[in-house]
Protein backbone atom coordinates (compact mmCIF):
# COMPACT_ATOMS: atom_id res chain seq x y z
CA UNK A 1 0.00 0.00 0.00
CA UNK A 2 2.93 2.17 0.99
CA UNK A 3 4.40 1.47 -2.27
CA UNK A 4 1.98 2.39 -4.43
CA UNK A 5 1.09 5.93 -2.64
CA UNK A 6 4.83 6.49 -3.77
CA UNK A 7 3.81 5.81 -6.90
CA UNK A 8 0.92 7.85 -6.97
CA UNK A 9 2.58 11.08 -5.41
CA UNK A 10 4.32 11.77 -8.44
CA UNK A 11 1.62 11.01 -10.82
CA UNK A 12 -0.68 13.43 -8.91
CA UNK A 13 2.04 16.19 -8.68
CA UNK A 14 2.25 15.91 -12.16
CA UNK A 15 -0.83 16.41 -13.44
CA UNK A 16 -1.59 19.26 -10.57
CA UNK A 17 1.52 20.93 -12.15
CA UNK A 18 -0.15 20.79 -15.38
CA UNK A 19 -2.85 21.94 -14.35
CA UNK A 20 -1.54 25.04 -12.55
CA UNK A 21 0.19 25.50 -16.40
CA UNK A 22 -3.23 25.36 -18.19
CA UNK A 23 -4.51 28.11 -15.53
CA UNK A 24 -1.46 30.40 -15.60
CA UNK A 25 -1.84 29.89 -19.55
CA UNK A 26 -5.48 31.14 -19.54
CA UNK A 27 -4.69 33.98 -17.13
CA UNK A 28 -1.90 35.55 -19.50
CA UNK A 29 -4.18 35.80 -22.03
CA UNK A 30 -3.43 37.77 -24.47
CA UNK A 31 -0.04 37.12 -25.31
CA UNK A 32 1.04 37.70 -28.69
CA UNK A 33 -0.70 39.92 -31.22
CA UNK A 34 -4.22 39.91 -32.05
CA UNK A 35 -6.00 40.54 -35.47
CA UNK A 36 -8.91 42.23 -36.34
CA UNK A 37 -10.27 41.23 -39.95
CA UNK A 38 -12.41 44.03 -41.68
CA UNK A 39 -14.34 42.94 -44.30
CA UNK A 40 -14.35 46.11 -46.06
CA UNK A 41 -11.94 48.71 -47.49
CA UNK A 42 -9.17 51.30 -46.47
CA UNK A 43 -10.87 54.36 -45.53
CA UNK A 44 -14.55 53.97 -44.81
CA UNK A 45 -16.44 54.26 -41.46
CA UNK A 46 -15.83 50.81 -40.58
CA UNK A 47 -12.07 50.72 -41.37
CA UNK A 48 -11.99 54.22 -38.99
CA UNK A 49 -13.98 52.14 -36.37
CA UNK A 50 -11.76 49.24 -36.57
CA UNK A 51 -8.37 50.96 -36.28
CA UNK A 52 -10.05 53.24 -32.96
CA UNK A 53 -10.93 50.08 -31.24
CA UNK A 54 -8.13 48.27 -31.68
CA UNK A 55 -5.61 51.06 -30.90
CA UNK A 56 -7.80 51.65 -27.66
CA UNK A 57 -7.95 47.94 -27.23
CA UNK A 58 -4.07 47.63 -27.68
CA UNK A 59 -3.56 50.12 -25.50
CA UNK A 60 -5.38 48.17 -22.37
CA UNK A 61 -4.85 44.68 -23.65
CA UNK A 62 -0.91 45.37 -23.78
CA UNK A 63 -0.35 43.60 -26.95
CA UNK A 64 -0.77 44.74 -30.53
CA UNK A 65 -4.21 45.00 -31.95
CA UNK A 66 -3.55 44.55 -35.97
CA UNK A 67 -6.30 45.74 -38.41
CA UNK A 68 -6.73 43.37 -41.53
CA UNK A 69 -8.84 44.28 -44.34
CA UNK A 70 -9.98 41.57 -46.29
CA UNK A 71 -12.72 43.40 -48.83
CA UNK A 72 -15.21 42.18 -51.42
CA UNK A 73 -17.96 40.28 -51.98
CA UNK A 74 -20.38 42.04 -50.32
CA UNK A 75 -17.99 41.15 -46.90
CA UNK A 76 -18.71 37.37 -47.50
CA UNK A 77 -14.71 37.45 -48.00
CA UNK A 78 -13.80 38.77 -44.75
CA UNK A 79 -16.26 37.28 -42.73
CA UNK A 80 -15.38 33.96 -44.01
CA UNK A 81 -11.69 34.59 -43.45
CA UNK A 82 -12.65 35.14 -39.86
CA UNK A 83 -14.53 32.07 -39.22
CA UNK A 84 -12.07 29.56 -40.33
CA UNK A 85 -9.50 31.40 -38.16
CA UNK A 86 -8.68 29.51 -35.10
CA UNK A 87 -10.88 29.77 -32.25
CA UNK A 88 -8.47 31.13 -29.55
CA UNK A 89 -9.50 34.45 -29.65
CA UNK A 90 -6.49 35.92 -31.13
CA UNK A 91 -8.52 36.59 -34.40
CA UNK A 92 -11.64 38.71 -34.43
CA UNK A 93 -13.84 40.26 -36.97
CA UNK A 94 -15.65 43.77 -36.75
CA UNK A 95 -18.37 44.24 -39.07
CA UNK A 96 -22.12 46.12 -39.75
CA UNK A 97 -25.00 44.24 -39.56
CA UNK A 98 -24.45 43.64 -43.50
CA UNK A 99 -22.87 40.11 -42.63
CA UNK A 100 -24.85 38.46 -40.44
CA UNK A 101 -27.95 40.29 -41.06
CA UNK A 102 -28.67 40.91 -44.35
CA UNK A 103 -26.27 38.24 -46.01
CA UNK A 104 -28.33 35.30 -44.96
CA UNK A 105 -31.05 36.78 -46.44
CA UNK A 106 -29.84 38.19 -49.57
CA UNK A 107 -27.71 34.92 -50.83
CA UNK A 108 -29.28 31.54 -50.89
CA UNK A 109 -25.80 30.14 -50.18
CA UNK A 110 -23.14 31.27 -47.93
CA UNK A 111 -19.54 30.45 -47.32
CA UNK A 112 -19.82 30.93 -43.44
CA UNK A 113 -23.02 29.92 -41.37
CA UNK A 114 -24.16 33.18 -39.42
CA UNK A 115 -25.72 31.78 -36.44
CA UNK A 116 -23.07 29.18 -36.29
CA UNK A 117 -19.56 30.17 -36.82
CA UNK A 118 -19.43 33.14 -35.17
CA UNK A 119 -19.68 34.43 -31.21
CA UNK A 120 -20.86 37.69 -30.06
CA UNK A 121 -18.02 39.60 -27.98
CA UNK A 122 -20.27 42.67 -27.96
CA UNK A 123 -21.58 45.68 -29.14
CA UNK A 124 -19.93 48.64 -31.03
CA UNK A 125 -21.85 51.55 -32.15
CA UNK A 126 -25.01 51.96 -34.07
CA UNK A 127 -26.00 55.01 -36.01
CA UNK A 128 -29.19 56.98 -36.21
CA UNK A 129 -28.59 58.00 -39.96
CA UNK A 130 -26.42 57.58 -42.63
CA UNK A 131 -26.59 59.81 -45.62
CA UNK A 132 -27.50 59.86 -49.55
CA UNK A 133 -25.16 61.98 -52.08
CA UNK A 134 -24.54 63.25 -55.14
CA UNK A 135 -21.87 65.23 -57.21
CA UNK A 136 -22.47 69.16 -57.14
CA UNK A 137 -22.77 68.71 -61.07
CA UNK A 138 -26.03 66.59 -60.98
CA UNK A 139 -29.20 68.80 -61.51
CA UNK A 140 -30.67 67.95 -58.80
CA UNK A 141 -31.16 69.13 -55.23
CA UNK A 142 -33.60 66.40 -53.46
CA UNK A 143 -34.33 63.19 -53.82
CA UNK A 144 -37.83 64.09 -55.24
CA UNK A 145 -36.39 65.68 -57.56
CA UNK A 146 -33.70 62.65 -58.48
CA UNK A 147 -36.45 60.52 -58.74
CA UNK A 148 -38.03 62.93 -61.55
CA UNK A 149 -34.46 62.65 -63.62
CA UNK A 150 -34.72 59.02 -63.30
CA UNK A 151 -38.26 58.68 -64.42
CA UNK A 152 -37.38 61.12 -67.64
CA UNK A 153 -34.43 59.28 -68.22
CA UNK A 154 -34.22 55.67 -67.05
CA UNK A 155 -31.10 54.35 -66.32
CA UNK A 156 -29.47 57.51 -66.29
CA UNK A 157 -29.03 57.96 -62.73
CA UNK A 158 -26.66 55.52 -61.29
CA UNK A 159 -26.12 54.45 -57.43
CA UNK A 160 -22.95 53.22 -55.66
CA UNK A 161 -23.25 50.26 -53.56
CA UNK A 162 -20.46 48.19 -52.06
CA UNK A 163 -21.39 45.08 -53.92
CA UNK A 164 -24.65 42.62 -54.14
CA UNK A 165 -25.77 42.65 -50.78
CA UNK A 166 -24.27 45.86 -48.84
CA UNK A 167 -26.73 48.29 -46.96
CA UNK A 168 -26.39 51.00 -49.82
CA UNK A 169 -27.68 48.19 -52.74
CA UNK A 170 -30.54 47.27 -49.95
CA UNK A 171 -31.24 50.67 -50.49
CA UNK A 172 -31.08 51.31 -53.77
CA UNK A 173 -33.63 48.45 -54.07
CA UNK A 174 -36.38 49.78 -51.62
CA UNK A 175 -35.85 53.08 -52.98
CA UNK A 176 -36.37 51.92 -56.73
CA UNK A 177 -39.28 50.01 -55.49
CA UNK A 178 -41.07 52.76 -54.05
CA UNK A 179 -40.68 55.24 -57.12
CA UNK A 180 -41.15 53.30 -59.34
CA UNK A 181 -37.99 53.98 -60.97
CA UNK A 182 -35.03 52.43 -62.82
CA UNK A 183 -31.20 53.43 -61.42
CA UNK A 184 -28.20 51.80 -62.24
CA UNK A 185 -26.28 50.16 -59.42
CA UNK A 186 -22.22 50.39 -59.41
CA UNK A 187 -20.58 48.22 -57.00
CA UNK A 188 -17.45 49.71 -55.12
CA UNK A 189 -15.25 47.34 -52.86
CA UNK A 190 -16.64 49.23 -49.84
CA UNK A 191 -17.39 52.74 -48.59
CA UNK A 192 -14.06 54.16 -48.82
CA UNK A 193 -14.33 53.74 -53.18
CA UNK A 194 -17.81 54.58 -53.81
CA UNK A 195 -17.33 57.96 -51.80
CA UNK A 196 -14.37 58.52 -54.26
CA UNK A 197 -16.51 57.84 -57.02
CA UNK A 198 -19.23 60.27 -56.04
CA UNK A 199 -15.94 63.17 -55.67
CA UNK A 200 -14.88 62.44 -59.09
CA UNK A 201 -18.39 62.56 -60.59
CA UNK A 202 -18.42 58.75 -61.81
CA UNK A 203 -21.67 58.04 -60.00
CA UNK A 204 -24.96 59.77 -59.50
CA UNK A 205 -25.72 58.92 -56.10
CA UNK A 206 -23.78 57.05 -53.29
CA UNK A 207 -24.63 56.08 -49.68
CA UNK A 208 -22.53 57.56 -46.88
CA UNK A 209 -21.89 57.69 -43.06
CA UNK A 210 -22.50 61.56 -41.91
CA UNK A 211 -19.08 61.74 -40.66
CA UNK A 212 -17.41 61.21 -44.36
CA UNK A 213 -20.19 63.09 -46.15
CA UNK A 214 -20.19 66.19 -43.61
CA UNK A 215 -16.95 67.96 -44.20
CA UNK A 216 -17.04 66.89 -48.16
CA UNK A 217 -20.67 68.52 -48.01
CA UNK A 218 -19.06 71.49 -46.15
CA UNK A 219 -16.31 72.06 -49.08
CA UNK A 220 -19.21 71.98 -51.63
CA UNK A 221 -17.56 68.77 -53.13
CA UNK A 222 -20.87 66.91 -52.74
CA UNK A 223 -24.46 67.54 -51.76
CA UNK A 224 -26.43 65.80 -50.03
CA UNK A 225 -29.87 64.42 -51.25
CA UNK A 226 -31.71 62.96 -48.04
CA UNK A 227 -30.50 61.37 -44.64
CA UNK A 228 -31.79 57.86 -43.90
CA UNK A 229 -33.74 57.08 -40.69
CA UNK A 230 -37.29 58.44 -39.88
CA UNK A 231 -36.13 61.95 -38.31
CA UNK A 232 -33.80 64.67 -39.95
CA UNK A 233 -30.11 64.34 -38.80
CA UNK A 234 -29.36 67.19 -35.48
CA UNK A 235 -26.03 67.72 -38.23
CA UNK A 236 -28.26 68.13 -41.34
CA UNK A 237 -31.13 70.08 -40.20
CA UNK A 238 -32.66 71.37 -43.92
CA UNK A 239 -31.69 67.89 -45.18
CA UNK A 240 -34.97 65.66 -45.48
CA UNK A 241 -35.03 61.71 -43.97
CA UNK A 242 -36.13 59.47 -45.92
CA UNK A 243 -39.02 58.34 -43.66
CA UNK A 244 -40.05 61.84 -44.17
CA UNK A 245 -40.57 60.41 -47.97
CA UNK A 246 -41.91 57.60 -47.08
CA UNK A 247 -38.41 55.99 -48.79
CA UNK A 248 -36.83 54.45 -45.40
CA UNK A 249 -37.26 50.89 -45.12
CA UNK A 250 -36.27 51.25 -41.23
CA UNK A 251 -32.95 48.87 -41.35
CA UNK A 252 -30.35 50.93 -39.04
CA UNK A 253 -27.05 50.38 -39.37
CA UNK A 254 -24.87 49.27 -35.83
CA UNK A 255 -21.84 47.50 -35.87
CA UNK A 256 -20.18 44.68 -33.35
CA UNK A 257 -17.42 42.93 -32.69
CA UNK A 258 -17.42 38.79 -33.15
CA UNK A 259 -14.74 35.65 -32.90
CA UNK A 260 -14.97 32.70 -34.15
CA UNK A 261 -17.23 30.21 -33.06
CA UNK A 262 -15.94 27.96 -29.87
CA UNK A 263 -13.25 30.56 -28.82
CA UNK A 264 -12.86 29.73 -25.00
CA UNK A 265 -15.54 31.70 -22.79
CA UNK A 266 -12.82 33.35 -20.55
CA UNK A 267 -11.15 35.01 -23.80
CA UNK A 268 -14.40 36.26 -24.71
CA UNK A 269 -15.46 37.65 -21.62
CA UNK A 270 -11.74 39.12 -21.24
CA UNK A 271 -12.09 40.92 -24.63
CA UNK A 272 -15.74 41.77 -23.76
CA UNK A 273 -14.10 44.02 -21.25
CA UNK A 274 -11.64 45.35 -22.62
CA UNK A 275 -13.53 46.74 -25.52
CA UNK A 276 -16.27 48.07 -22.97
CA UNK A 277 -13.65 50.09 -21.55
CA UNK A 278 -12.51 51.51 -24.54
CA UNK A 279 -15.88 52.40 -25.74
CA UNK A 280 -16.35 54.55 -22.43
CA UNK A 281 -12.69 56.12 -22.98
CA UNK A 282 -12.74 60.14 -23.59
CA UNK A 283 -10.69 59.37 -26.69
CA UNK A 284 -13.45 56.99 -28.35
CA UNK A 285 -16.00 59.31 -26.62
CA UNK A 286 -14.72 62.28 -28.72
CA UNK A 287 -14.73 59.87 -32.00
CA UNK A 288 -18.56 58.83 -31.61
CA UNK A 289 -19.36 62.42 -31.34
CA UNK A 290 -17.23 63.13 -33.78
CA UNK A 291 -18.75 60.61 -36.48
CA UNK A 292 -22.39 61.02 -34.93
CA UNK A 293 -22.49 57.39 -33.75
CA UNK A 294 -23.87 56.13 -30.41
CA UNK A 295 -21.96 53.60 -28.11
CA UNK A 296 -23.59 50.39 -27.51
CA UNK A 297 -21.38 48.42 -24.61
CA UNK A 298 -22.90 45.60 -22.77
CA UNK A 299 -22.71 42.00 -22.39
CA UNK A 300 -21.90 39.54 -25.00
CA UNK A 301 -25.23 38.15 -24.36
CA UNK A 302 -27.00 40.99 -24.65
CA UNK A 303 -25.57 41.63 -28.03
CA UNK A 304 -25.88 38.34 -29.04
CA UNK A 305 -30.20 38.87 -28.20
CA UNK A 306 -29.70 42.42 -30.62
CA UNK A 307 -28.53 40.38 -33.45
CA UNK A 308 -31.06 37.78 -33.38
CA UNK A 309 -33.70 40.57 -33.42
CA UNK A 310 -32.30 42.22 -36.21
CA UNK A 311 -32.18 38.59 -38.00
CA UNK A 312 -35.64 38.43 -37.35
CA UNK A 313 -37.33 42.36 -37.81
CA UNK A 314 -34.75 42.49 -41.27
CA UNK A 315 -36.17 39.04 -42.51
CA UNK A 316 -40.07 40.16 -42.21
CA UNK A 317 -38.45 43.47 -44.12
CA UNK A 318 -37.17 41.87 -47.04
CA UNK A 319 -40.33 39.87 -47.41
CA UNK A 320 -42.19 42.61 -47.78
CA UNK A 321 -40.17 44.56 -50.22
CA UNK A 322 -39.86 41.79 -52.51
CA UNK A 323 -36.08 41.12 -52.21
CA UNK A 324 -35.01 37.52 -52.79
CA UNK A 325 -32.17 35.51 -52.30
CA UNK A 326 -29.78 34.52 -54.88
CA UNK A 327 -26.45 33.43 -55.99
CA UNK A 328 -23.64 34.57 -53.64
CA UNK A 329 -21.08 37.02 -55.99
CA UNK A 330 -18.80 35.46 -58.10
CA UNK A 331 -15.80 36.23 -56.31
CA UNK A 332 -17.33 35.12 -53.03
CA UNK A 333 -15.00 32.11 -51.18
CA UNK A 334 -16.23 28.80 -51.44
CA UNK A 335 -18.41 26.72 -48.69
CA UNK A 336 -16.22 24.56 -46.74
CA UNK A 337 -16.88 21.04 -46.46
CA UNK A 338 -18.70 20.73 -42.63
CA UNK A 339 -18.47 17.68 -40.44
Known amino acids: MVAALKKLFPALALAALALHAGAGHADTFPSKPIRII ?15 VGKLMSD ?12 GAGTLIGMTACARAPADGYTLCLT ?23 VAVGGVVRTPNDVIVAPPSLPANTLTEVMALARAKPGSISFATWGPGSLPAIYYAWITRQAGVQMTPVPYKGA ?34 AVTGSRRAPAFPNTASLGELNSDPGLGTFWGLYAPAKTPAAHVSRLN ?20 LEATPGTPEQ ?24 EAPSDAPQAAPRP
Open 192 to 225: GPSFLAILSGEVSLAYSSLAIAKPAAEAGKVKLI
Open 38 to 52: VSTSPGGLTDLLSRT
Open 60 to 71: SLGQQVVIENRP
Open 273 to 292: AELNKALASPAFQAFAQQGF
Open 303 to 326: FAAQLAQAQTTSARTFQAIGIQAT
Open 96 to 118: DNQSLVFNPLLFSKLPYDPKADF
